[in-house]
C-alpha cells in the first residue's frame, strides 16, 4: 500500500507543471537550493567562531538565546509557504485505503518537507564544531535533538494554524514588540527562554520533554484529521464570507474606474496579492540597511538612490510586473468583453502611482536620519512614478505566467517572470537612476544628482504615451500565447 | 449576420475544425450539437477570437474578428468558468459587466430584476464570492451576464450542463424568448437534443470537425438526431451479443 503512496508522490512531483515546465527553472530552482543550503552550512559552521573568538561570549548560549526568534521565525515562515497538502487526499478517500493510513501518510509527508530538513544544514556543522571544540557529544546531540524535535512541533503547530487568519499579525506585533524592548534594554525575553534551551546540553534527559511534546502534538494533528477526513469538514476549502463594496468614491476617475474598482477588491480579496502588498510594505523598511549605516557596503552615496527607488517602489515591482498576469483567471472574459486595452493599463498604472504616494507618505519616519534622507527617498518616488511605473508594466507584458490568487505558491518570485527581455528593461529601472545621480554628484554636488533623476522623472511622463502604444501592441500580437499559457494552471 | 468562411484550425497536424462555409442569419436562435472533441467549443473559441484560425476566416457582423475588435461592443458570451471573476460577488460581477456596456448600477439592478425567478434565490444577496458558489449557480451567473447590455450576438458553451431540471425549463423559457427579437442571434451548444431541438431554429451537427447536418428544426429533428448520434451504437449492438 505504502508502495502505491509513493509512486503517486513520485508523479506528482516529477509531472507537476511548475517542474516540467523548462529547464532553466530547474537549474535556477536547483541553485537556489544549494545556495540556501550552503548558506545556511557555512553559518552553522562559523557561527561558534564568529561568537566565541569575535564576540568572545559563549556559543552554545547566544544561540540558546537566539533560539526563541529562530523559532517563531521559522513557524511565521511555515505559516506563510508551507502548505498541508489537502488536495492530494481528496482521490484517496475513494479508494480502498484505511483512513488511518491516509493521514498518517500525510503528517509523514509533511516530515520530509524541505522546511524541516533546512535547518539540518545549520545545525549539524554547528554541532560538530561543537563537539571538535571540547563539548560533551553525548549532550550537544541532546541538544541538537531537543531543537529539533521543537523544529518539528512548528511543523504540527502550523498545520493547525493553516487558516487562522490572525495569526500572522498577532506574531509579527508580538516579535516588534519584544525585539524593540529588547534593543532598549527594557525587557529581555531571551534571558528567561536561553536557559531553558541550554538545558537540554546541560540536563539530557530534559530532552524528553520536546519528544514527549512532538509525540503528543502529532497524535492531536492524527486524530484531528483522521476525524475530520471529510470532503466538507478537514478537506474543505475555507469560505469568506463575502463583503459587497461599492467604492463609488472611485468612480471620479472617469472610464478606467471600472478597473480600479476591480483591482481595489483582487487585492483585498485573494491570498496571493495580499502577501504582494505585505512585502511591499517590508520594502519600506530596506532603507534602512542603507541609512542607518548598518552595513558598510552600503555607505557609497549613489547607494541612497537605489535605497530610495526600493522603498517607494515595493509594490511597483511587486504588483507591477505580473500585469496582467494578476487577470490571468479569467483572461478569456477580458479578451471578448468590451474592454479597452487603454482603459485597462490606465487603471493599472494610476493605482501603482497611488501606492507609490502612500509609501512614499508611510516613509516618512526617515526623516529621523535627517532631511537629506527623505529628499532622495521624494526623488525615487518621482522616478519611480515617471519612469518605472510604465518600465514595469512594459516588462510585465512579456510575462505569461499564469497566478493563481488563491495562494501563497511562487508568491516569492517566480523564474519564468525572469526572461531577457524584462531583465533588460531592469536597466533603466534600477541602473540609470544610480548612474544619473552618481554623475551629478561627483562632479557637482548631490543636489545636483538628485535634480537629475528627478528631471529623469519628469521626462518619462513624456515617453508614457509612447510605452503605452508599444505594450498595447505587445498585447495584441501575443494575445494567442497568452490565452494558451494562462489556460495552463499550475 | 456570422459568416464563417473555409476555417480551419489545427493542433499539431491534427484538424480539429474545418467549415468550409456557414451563415447565420441575424435573429437566428442556433444550437451547435457533437460529440466530445467534435470542434464546438473551437467553434466558439474562434467566433470570439480566443484563438487563431490556421486558415479562413469569422465575420460578425461585417467585423473580421481576429482583424478588428469593433464586434466586442455588441457580443456577449459565456464559455466556461474564465468568463468569471472569482472574487466578486454577483452583483459585484454584473456591475462591472454592466459598467464595461455602459450600464450603471442602476440600469443593471433594473435588468437583474428579470430574472428572479431564473436565479430562484440563490444568487442575489448572498454572502458568497462567484468562486466559493456550486458550479450550477456560477454558470447562472454567467449566462445571465451574457445578456447584460442588450448584445445582438450571444454565444453560450453548453449552457444546459451542470443546471438544475427547473433552470433547465427556466432557461429554455429565457433562449425562447430571444425569437421575438430580430435582432438578437443566439448561438448554444448542447448535448441535451431535446433541449436544442425545442429551442433552436437550426440545427448544425458537428462531426471530428466538420458540419453533417445543417438542420431547420421541426417536429421530425429529434428524431433524426436520435437517430444519428445512436447509429454506431446501435450497428454495434447488432454485431456484439449482448451478455446478462
Keep these: 500500500m505504502l508502495k502505491h503512496f509513493f509512486s503517486l508522490q513520485w508523479k506528482s512531483f516529477f509531472r507537476s507543471a511548475s517542474f516540467s515546465t523548462n529547464l532553466g527553472m530547474k537549474i535556477l530552482m536547483g541553485f537556489i537550493a544549494l545556495y540556501l543550503i550552503a548558506t545556511f552550512s557555512i553559518l552553522g559552521g562559523a557561527a561558534y567562531y564568529l561568537i566565541e573568538e569575535k564576540l568572545q561570549l559563549n556559543a552554545l548560549e547566544v544561540v540558546s538565546r537566539i533560539l526563541i526568534y529562530y523559532l517563531v521565525g521559522d513557524l511565521l515562515f511555515r505559516y506563510m509557504l508551507q502548505k498541508m497538502p489537502v488536495v492530494n487526499i481528496k482521490p484517496l478517500l475513494y479508494l480502498p485505503f484505511k483512513k488511518g493510513k491516509i493521514v498518517h501518510f500525510s503528517l509523514w509527508k509533511t516530515v520530509f518537507s524541505f522546511f524541516n530538513i533546512i535547518h539540518a544544514f545549520f545545525f549539524v556543522p554547528f554541532c560538530v564544531v561543537l563537539i571538535s571544540n571540547g563539548y560533551e557529544p553525548l549532550q550537544v546531540i541532546t541538544w541538537f535533538l531537543g531543537i529539533y524535535m521543537l523544529l518539528y512541533c512548528n511543523n504540527f503547530i502550523n498545520i493547525f494554524l493553516n487558516g487562522v487568519n490572525a495569526f500572522l499579525g498577532v506574531v509579527f506585533g508580538c516579535i516588534i514588540i519584544l525585539g524593540t524592548l529588547q534593543y532598549y534594554g527594557i525587557f529581555d525575553i531571551t534571558l528567561y527562554t536561553g536557559p531553558v534551551f541550554q538545558l537540554f546540553y546541560g540536563v539530557p534527559y530534559t530532552v524528553l520533554a520536546p519528544i514527549l511534546l512532538l509525540i503528543v502534538l502529532y497524535y492531536v494533528a492524527f486524530s484531528y484529521f483522521r476525524k475530520n477526513l471529510y470532503l466538507d469538514a478537514g478537506l474543505a476549502s475555507k469560505h469568506q464570507e463575502a463583503k459587497a463594496e461599492d467604492l463609488d468614491w472611485l468612480n471620479r476617475f472617469g472610464s478606467i474606474s471600472v478597473f480600479l474598482k476591480n483591482d481595489i477588491k483582487l487585492i483585498k480579496r485573494n491570498k496571493r496579492s495580499k502577501t504582494s502588498v505585505f512585502m511591499s510594505f517590508l520594502f519600506i523598511f530596506y532603507g534602512l540597511l542603507f541609512f542607518t549605516g548598518a552595513l558598510e557596503v552600503y555607505q557609497g552615496a549613489p547607494w541612497r538612490i537605489f535605497a530610495a527607488i526600493f522603498v517607494t517602489g515595493g509594490f511597483l515591482f511587486s504588483f507591477g510586473q505580473f500585469v496582467p498576469s494578476w487577470d490571468s483567471a479569467y483572461y478569456p472574459l477580458m479578451m471578448s468583453q468590451n474592454i479597452r486595452y487603454r482603459d485597462y493599463l490606465n487603471a493599472k498604472w494610476w493605482l501603482l502611482v497611488m501606492a507609490t504616494i502612500v509609501t512614499t507618505i508611510l516613509a516618512t519616519f526617515y526623516i529621523y536620519y535627517g532631511w537629506e534622507v527623505y529628499l532622495a527617498i521624494v526623488v525615487g518616488a518621482i522616478y519611480n512614478i515617471g519612469v518605472n511605473s510604465h518600465m514595469v508594466l512594459w516588462g510585465g507584458a512579456y510575462v505569461k505566467t499564469p497566478i493563481d490568487l488563491t495562494t501563497n505558491k511562487k508568491a516569492f518570485g517566480d523564474a519564468q517572470a525572469f526572461n531577457a527581455k524584462t531583465l533588460l528593461l531592469m536597466l533603466p529601472k534600477l541602473v540609470l537612476p544610480v548612474l544619473l545621480y552618481a554623475a551629478g554628484h561627483y562632479t557637482v554636488c548631490p543636489f545636483l544628482g538628485y535634480l537629475l533623476v528627478v528631471l529623469t522623472g519628469i521626462l518619462g511622463f513624456a515617453f508614457k504615451e509612447k510605452v503605452f502604444n508599444k505594450i498595447e501592441k505587445v498585447y495584441k500580437t501575443e494575445k494567442y500565447k497568452t490565452l494558451a499559457a494562462y489556460k495552463q494552471k499550475n | ?244
Design chain 2, 1 to 244: 449576420m456570422i459568416t464563417v468562411e473555409n476555417l480551419s484550425k489545427t493542433y499539431n497536424g491534427n484538424m480539429v475544425l474545418s467549415i468550409e462555409n456557414l451563415e447565420i442569419p441575424n435573429g437566428q436562435i442556433f444550437g451547435l450539437v457533437g460529440n466530445n472533441g467534435a470542434g464546438k467549443t473551437t467553434l466558439f473559441s474562434l467566433l470570439l477570437d480566443l484563438i487563431q484560425p490556421s486558415s479562413g476566416f469569422v465575420k460578425n457582423n461585417d467585423v473580421q474578428v481576429n482583424a478588428s475588435e469593433n464586434w466586442k461592443p455588441f457580443t456577449a458570451a459565456f464559455i466556461d468558468e474564465t468568463f468569471l471573476i472569482g472574487y466578486l460577488t454577483p452583483e459585484e460581477y454584473f456591475y462591472f459587466i454592466g459598467e464595461l456596456r455602459g450600464l450603471n448600477k442602476e440600469d443593471v439592478n433594473v435588468f437583474l430584476k428579470d430574472y428572479e425567478e431564473f436565479f430562484h434565490g440563490e444568487i442575489l444577496g448572498g454572502k458568497k464570492y462567484l468562486r466559493d458558489l456550486s458550479k450550477g449557480n456560477q454558470k447562472k451567473v454567467g449566462i445571465v451576464a451574457a445578456f447584460i447590455g442588450k448584445p445582438k450576438v450571444i454565444i453560450l458553451d453548453e449552457p444546459f450542463a451542470n443546471l438544475d431540471p427547473s433552470t433547465q425549463f427556466r432557461l429554455k423559457k429565457l433562449i425562447k424568448n430571444f425569437k421575438d427579437e430580430p435582432e438578437v442571434t443566439v448561438l448554444i451548444s448542447s448535448h441535451d437534443l431535446l433541449h436544442v431541438t425545442e429551442v433552436c431554429e437550426r440545427i448544425v451537427v458537428l462531426e471530428k470537425g466538420k458540419t453533417v447536418k445543417d438542420i431547420q428544426t421541426s417536429e421530425a429533428t429529434l428524431k433524426e438526431l436520435e437517430t444519428f448520434f445512436s447509429e454506431e451504437i446501435l450497428s454495434d449492438a447488432a454485431q456484439i451479443p449482448v451478455s446478462e
